[in-house]
């Protein structure tokens, strides 16, 4: 079996409160510890990946991107899912052969752009294209923005849904949509639904309870990594002695 088979079949006969969750590495360093960990797969944040490269989220160039994710792949033995945002404006057939370089099995892309909702047929018709681009090589996993870009109503997020997997996404991302909604979410959506779990939010098992078959963490892990090396600093600052002053010569 292939990577992308065996990362396409993690998605498949989950029980409820069991879903996949997928720890987001933001450098080769941290994906070793996920794979060390037992994790069967990850999934990159884009986000993450700009913290550790030095830019604002949204910010990074296309190629620092692959190059990161090339760099995440090449560490470890499982298969990879990389978030490519919006595409980085590269046709479909581009976007397709850069991403395969890497060596990723699939990949996250956002329905909107600069803040504001994308046409959801034109992005349909545009992911209908990276499928055909990419045959059965690699796992599309279609964001949905809506409830991020202030749009509540649960019906606007699964006819997006309906839309992208008719154009062949293997799983859809509601991203920030309310706990209440998702059992709604799961009753209308065919296949798959990603959902992102918060810190000090509901726990994996509720999540998959409530309709998750995939968790992803979205920066959240690398923000906490941070936080806790932010941590260590204040110490060794704390823990600091002054240097110990001669007295002059006389």
């Not at 992005?123 to 796992?139: K, S």
């Amino acid at each position: 079996m292939s990577a992308v088979e065996t990362f396409r079949s993690l998605h498949h006969g989950r029980m409820p409160g069991d879903p996949l969750v997928l720890p987001g590495p933001w450098d080769a360093a941290s994906a070793r510890v996920f794979a060390e960990a037992g994790f069967p797969a990850l999934a990159t944040p884009s986000a993450g990946v700009a913290a550790s490269l030095g830019y604002e989220d949204g910010a990074t160039p296309a190629d620092e991107m692959f190059a990161a994710v090339a760099r995440i792949v090449r560490a470890v033995d499982i298969p990879v899912s990389a978030d490519i945002e919006g595409g980085y404006g590269l046709p479909p057939k581009e976007l397709v052969e850069r991403l395969l370089e890497t060596g990723a099995v699939g990949c996250n892309l956002e329905d909107s752009h600069r803040g504001v909702l994308k046409d959801p047929r034109q992005h349909a018709d545009w992911l209908a294209e990276v499928r055909q681009a990419a045959g059965d090589r690699l796992f599309l996993n279609a964001r949905v923005d809506t409830f991020v870009r202030g749009v509540a109503e649960p019906e606007r997020a699964v006819e997006r849904a309906a839309l992208y997997v008719a154009a062949g996404a293997d799983c859809v991302y509601p991203i920030g949509a309310p706990l209440g909604v998702l059992p709604l979410l799961r009753a209308g959506i065919q296949g798959p639904i990603n959902v992102l779990a918060k810190p000090d939010g509901a726990s994996l098992r509720e999540l998959g309870e409530l309709g998750g078959i995939r968790v992803t963490f979205g920066p959240g892990l690398q923000r906490r990594a941070a936080a806790a090396l932010s941590g260590v600093a204040r110490e060794l600052l704390a823990t600091r002695r002054p240097h110990a002053t001669q007295e002059p010569q006389k």
